[in-house]
């Protein structure tokens, strides 16, 4: 067909690495019990911004800068930033993306972080550290859909290149990268075990 694609929005979803993950998931998992249960500011903090949850992005949100294991995390984070920053052709004038945030998310059942974006930074992702069976991923929003005034629906079986609302599966290892003004959220968790990521964002000024 006579028709060209203008103004993509690509998603960069990878494991993290070869192998050696568990240990360092295991590890994370221990560290982020001890933040949740020690961390009296992130606990006002989630009560009323993430209710029923615990995250650490209102109170220990650099943990790379305090942590070897976070700081190890960021290292194997690195290759993947660099390949995503190179697949969006950002002219990054010799000046590196840096890792400026790092907080811990732990979801129990019912728990959702509702519609935002991350401003002020380049690219932001997602760590999957645990992820139980049924738990969601991570749900982007067209940015073109409050322009859309006179739009039809999307066919059911659109592709995800044509839909308004894709979801990105969440599994423990990997890691989802998406530019940082671009909307999305977590729907509510169905299951009784918890969700536990790692979300960060990285900045080039």
Same mark, same amino acid.
């Given at each position: 067909?006579?028709?060209?694609?203008?103004?993509?929005?690509?998603? &960069?979803?990878?494991?993290?690495?070869?192998?050696?993950?568990?240990?360092?998931? $295991?590890?994370?998992?221990?560290?982020?019990?001890?933040?949740?249960?020690?961390?009296?500011?992130?606990?006002?903090?989630?009560?009323?911004?993430?209710?029923?949850?615990?995250?650490? &992005?209102?109170?220990?949100?650099?943990?790379?800068?305090?942590?070897?294991?976070?700081? =190890?995390?960021?290292?194997?984070? @690195?290759?993947? %930033?660099?390949? &995503? $920053?190179? #697949?969006?052709?950002?002219?990054?004038?010799g000046k590196p993306l840096e890792m400026t945030d790092c907080w811990i998310n732990v979801m129990p059942k019912g728990v959702t972080h509702g519609l935002h974006l991350h401003p002020t930074s380049t690219i932001s992702g997602t760590y999957y550290v645990q992820v139980p069976k049924g738990a969601p991923g991570l749900k982007f929003e067209d940015p073109r859909l409050d322009r859309m005034m006179a739009s039809?629906?999307? =066919?059911?079986?659109?592709?995800?290149?044509?839909?308004?609302? /894709?979801? $990105?599966?969440?599994? #423990?290892?990997? %890691?989802?990268?998406?530019? @940082?003004?671009?909307?999305?959220? /977590?729907? #509510?968790?169905? %299951?009784? $075990?918890?969700? /536990?990521?790692?979300?960060?964002? &990285? @900045?080039?000024?």
């Amino acid at each position: 067909m006579p028709t060209e694609l203008f103004f993509p929005t690509r998603i &960069y979803r990878a494991k993290l690495a070869p192998r050696g993950t568990a240990a360092l998931n $295991a590890q994370i998992l221990r560290e982020a019990a001890v933040l949740r249960e020690d961390d009296g500011g992130g606990q006002l903090w989630s009560r009323d911004n993430y209710p029923g949850g615990y995250t650490s &992005y209102g109170s220990v949100c650099r943990l790379q800068t305090i942590s070897p294991t976070f700081a =190890r995390l960021e290292q194997l984070l @690195s290759r993947h %930033v660099t390949a &995503y $920053a190179r #697949a969006l052709e950002l002219n990054l004038s010799g000046k590196p993306l840096e890792m400026t945030d790092c907080w811990i998310n732990v979801m129990p059942k019912g728990v959702t972080h509702g519609l935002h974006l991350h401003p002020t930074s380049t690219i932001s992702g997602t760590y999957y550290v645990q992820v139980p069976k049924g738990a969601p991923g991570l749900k982007f929003e067209d940015p073109r859909l409050d322009r859309m005034m006179a739009s039809p629906p999307r =066919r059911a079986t659109a592709r995800k290149s044509n839909q308004p609302w /894709v979801m $990105a599966p969440a599994m #423990a290892g990997y %890691v989802t990268l998406f530019e @940082s003004w671009l909307r999305h959220e /977590v729907p #509510a968790n169905p %299951v009784d $075990a918890e969700r /536990v990521s790692v979300s960060f964002n &990285y @900045s080039w000024f």
